[in-house]
Structure formats: structure tokens, C-alpha cells
T-cell receptor
Framework: NAGVTQTPKFRILKIGQSMTLQCAQD?????MYWYRQDPGMGLKLIYY???????DKGEVPNGYNVSRSTTEDFPLRLELAAPSQTSVYFC??????????FGPGTRLTVL | QKEVEQNSGPLSVPEGAIASLNCTYS??????FFWYRQYSGKSPELIMF????GDKEDGRFTAQLNKASQYVSLLIRDSQPSDSATYLC?????????????FGKGTHLIIQP
């Protein structure tokens, strides 16, 4: 199993551009999560999903959108990128409401 | 607002000594607790979980839970330089929602050779 994979690893965006961060898992987990991690600030939940077709907002959803059309994929969309969205983004999955398994992360810089 | 508090450190411990990492949480209904290790530039990696009051040992790691005091700790025995990392405490949210875990900001641990 590849576990949780994320692409790209690094990306630089200009202010106002849009992009999609990809996340996929091959463990047949129902629960998937998107976090952002700023230096010294811990992990903040952006969006989560409990299964295909079902998503909900986390603590910091503004400026982001998600979709979950399959169990495997959970992309995160950034519209109109802003410098405040410079961060490291982690996707995670879980078989149940319990421990989460993280992808390698995407380091995003908005200039 | 559910909160998980950790001392950010850095916590400096000599090689071979016991490192003690502490965490308090605000959600009194929480039942599941996790410790993640995060090396610089890497993703969090699960190292321990604990559900019941008391101690749980796994190799050099011991997790301790006291629900009455809303306190979780992680002990690392015979600390090695490879244990140098940030340790994140995470608490499973109660209340029936599916929003999963609330993370602390982490404690930066440095093991001095």
C-alpha cells in the first residue's frame, strides 16, 4: 500500500491564482481530512469528509473548497490565492473516528 | 472551543535520560488520546495511543492518562538523538461529530548527545 499520497510536494503561486492540491489513499478509509500547519501553530483542520459525497467545514475553511467523488480521492481547491494561505498542507485518512494517517504534505508559498 | 495545551519547549534532555512530555485538554468527554512525532519538514507519525486511565507501555515509550485531571503524558526512556523531534498531543473530539482530532501545538524535544 502506498498509504496517503499528496501532490505536488512544493508549489509557488502568485496572488490571485488558483490551484488544486491532490490527495489520494489506497487503504479504503472512509474518513479524510485536510489540515494546514503554520510554523509554531500546530495543525488546523480545514475540511473533512466521512465518505464519498459528504464533506464538512473544519476550523479554518475560508478560501478553500473540497470535493469527495470517490473513497480514494479528496482534492483541496484554493481559489484566489492570498499570502495568508502560505503554509504546509497535510492530508490525512482514518478507517474510523480514531487515529489518523498523514500524507507527506504540500509546501505552498503565495507571493 | 476545544483546546489541547502543550509546552512548546524546547525541552533539552541528555542522551540516555528520560524525556517527559505533558499535555492537558479541555474536552472532558474525550475518550481517545494520541501522540504523534514530527521530524522537521516531515509529516506527523503516530507513535502511541491510549484510551484508559493509567499507563500504556510500548518499547521505550510510555503513555500516561488521567481523565479526572484531563492530563496526558508521554515518557521516553533511554532517550536517543533520533528522538529529537516535535511531539504532538492529539485528542479525539467528543460530541458525536466527525471532525476527528484536536492537536496541540507540539513540544520540541532535543536530545543532547
Amino acid at each position: 500500500n502506498a498509504g496517503v499520497t499528496q501532490t505536488p510536494k512544493f508549489r509557488i503561486l502568485k496572488i490571485g491564482q488558483s490551484m488544486t492540491l491532490q490527495c489520494a489513499q489506497d487503504m479504503n478509509h472512509n474518513y479524510m481530512y485536510w489540515y494546514r500547519q503554520d510554523p509554531g501553530m500546530g495543525l488546523k483542520l480545514i475540511y473533512y469528509s466521512v465518505g464519498a459525497g459528504i464533506t464538512d467545514k473544519g476550523e479554518v475553511p475560508n478560501g478553500y473548497n473540497v470535493s469527495r467523488s470517490t473513497t480514494e480521492d479528496f482534492p483541496l481547491r484554493l481559489e484566489l490565492a492570498a499570502p495568508s494561505q502560505t503554509s504546509v498542507y497535510f492530508c490525512a485518512s482514518s478507517p474510523r473516528l480514531n487515529e489518523q494517517f498523514f500524507g507527506p504534505g504540500t509546501r505552498l508559498t503565495v507571493l | 472551543q476545544k483546546e489541547v495545551e502543550q509546552n512548546s519547549g524546547p525541552l533539552s534532555v541528555p542522551e540516555g535520560a528520560i524525556a517527559s512530555l505533558n499535555c492537558t485538554y479541555s474536552d472532558r468527554g474525550s475518550q481517545s488520546f494520541f501522540w504523534y512525532r514530527q521530524y522537521s519538514g516531515k509529516s506527523p507519525e503516530l507513535i502511541m495511543f491510549i484510551y484508559s486511565n493509567g499507563d500504556k507501555e510500548d518499547g521505550r515509550f510510555t503513555a500516561q492518562l488521567n481523565k479526572a485531571s484531563q492530563y496526558v503524558s508521554l515518557l521516553i526512556r533511554d532517550s536517543q538523538p533520533s528522538d529529537s523531534a516535535t511531539y504532538l498531543c492529539a485528542v479525539l473530539n467528543s460530541g458525536g461529530g466527525a471532525d476527528g482530532l484536536t492537536f496541540g501545538k507540539g513540544t520540541h524535544l532535543i536530545i543532547q548527545p
